[in-house]
């Protein structure tokens, strides 16, 4: 079984410009997770998904960040303007069911904003 | 503002000893009760998970729920070299505004764990 597939794994960009994150979930698994880790912190839920509908994005900075689950399969995490702050690791995990049982992560993209 | 607390550590311990991680959490509603291990420069892996209060075994490791306390902990005997890694503890509760039929993780900073050989 594939596991969760991310891209790219590494990116460097300037403050202000835009940047966007790729996933894709293990195949069958419902529920899809943007995690955003600062180094020396445990990962930050920012948006989850239930098939195409979002769940909660309480702590989604929704003034630069915004994401998308088309078709209930992939999903796409963009930040635009970055800041210094968003220099982080994005993680994508996903799971059958929202919430319950395990999560499986993806890789991780390694963010320097500078 | 859902909370999850860890020691950050460094926790040392020598190889073959106990290592003992604990895990406090604010949100009573919590449900389940994850352990997860990442190392350095990787993604978090789980390693057990938790729902009744008591003991649960896994091999090398046991995790200890008490929801009166509102309290989780993580021990692993044998500890080996290749246990060294940070220890997420995760705690699950319903997402506010779901009605009760969605949740979510909460993560603490997670402890950095080294066995010295």
């Known amino acids: 079984e594939a596991g969760v597939a991310q891209s790219p794994r590494y990116k460097i960009i300037e403050k202000r410009q835009s940047v966007a994150f790729w996933c894709n979930p293990i195949?069958?698994?419902?529920?899809l997770y943007w995690y955003q880790q600062i180094l020396g912190q445990g990962p930050k839920l920012l948006i989850q998904?239930?098939?195409?509908?979002?769940?909660?994005d309480s702590q989604l900075p929704k003034d630069r960040f915004s994401a998308e689950r088309l078709k209930g399969v992939d999903s796409t995490l963009k930040i635009q303007p970055a800041k210094l702050e968003d220099s982080a690791v994005y993680l994508c995990a996903s799971s059958l069911v929202a919430g319950v049982g395990e999560q499986y992560f993806g890789p991780g993209t390694r963010l320097t904003v500078t | 503002q859902k909370e999850v607390e860890q020691n950050s550590g460094p926790l040392s311990v020598p190889e073959g000893a106990i290592a003992s991680l604990n895990c406090t959490y604010s949100?009573?509603?919590?449900?389940?009760f994850f352990w997860y291990r990442q190392y350095s420069g990787k993604s978090p892996e789980l390693i057990m998970f938790?729902?009744?209060?008591g003991d649960k075994e896994d091999g090398r490791f046991t995790a200890q729920l008490n929801k009166a306390s509102q309290y989780v902990s993580l021990l692993i005997r044998d500890s080996q070299p290749s246990d060294s890694a940070t220890y997420l503890c995760?705690?699950?509760?319903?997402?506010?505004?779901?009605?009760?039929?969605?949740?979510?993780?909460?993560f603490g900073k997670g402890t950095l764990l080294t066995v010295n050989p």
């Open positions: 938790i729902y009744s209060n």
């Open positions: 949100d009573r509603g919590s449900q389940s």
């Open positions: 998904f239930q098939n195409n509908g979002v769940v909660d």
């Open positions: 995760a705690v699950n509760g319903p997402v506010a505004g779901g009605g009760g039929s969605n949740y979510k993780l909460t």
């Open positions: 195949s069958g698994h419902a529920t």
